[in-house]
């Protein structure tokens, strides 16, 4: 059975809780990321994604370099741990209605991020091989 750390991705993109929206928008674009993991002393206490700025932030009409990220982020994030299966995250994510989900390790400390792509990706490399062992099978026959 597949791991949450088999798929997860380690390099996770961060901002500290004490910056400006504009400075998260200005990660957003040079990284080519959706969102962003929100660090206080080491820890993640949130989240922010485009979407985040767009409904709290463009939609009120507000000036990005004025307002905290504090006042935008996700305080209330989903999260599993390295050794959680892949089926349980998934189901996790569908219950939630969430796009990502945040891995932390047994010390709550920041371990990486699993996204529908990574999931896609997953489920398509698994339904590859799946097809060749099927086609290897049929041969045999």
């Known amino acids: 059975m597949a791991h949450v750390r088999d798929i997860m991705q380690k390099n996770v993109i961060t901002i500290e809780h004490d910056k400006t929206v504009h400075d998260a928008a200005v990660i957003l674009k040079e990284k080519e990321i959706s969102f962003l993991v929100i ?19 463009a939609v009120e009409d507000a000036k990005a370099s004025s307002v905290q990220l504090e006042d935008v982020m996700s305080k209330k994030f989903r999260w599993v741990s390295p050794d959680t299966p892949i089926e349980e995250a998934v189901q996790k994510m569908l219950n939630n209605n969430i ?42 026959a």
């Open 99 to 140: 796009r990502r989900l945040i891995i932390l390790d047994n010390d709550e400390n920041l371990a990486g991020v699993i996204t529908q792509t990574n999931l896609a990706e997953f489920l398509r490399s698994k339904l590859l091989i799946n097809g060749m062992l099927d086609n290897i099978d049929s041969e045999k």
């Open 39 to 57: 660090m206080s002393k080491g820890k993640p206490v949130g989240v922010v994604s485009e979407r985040d700025i767009v409904q709290k932030v």
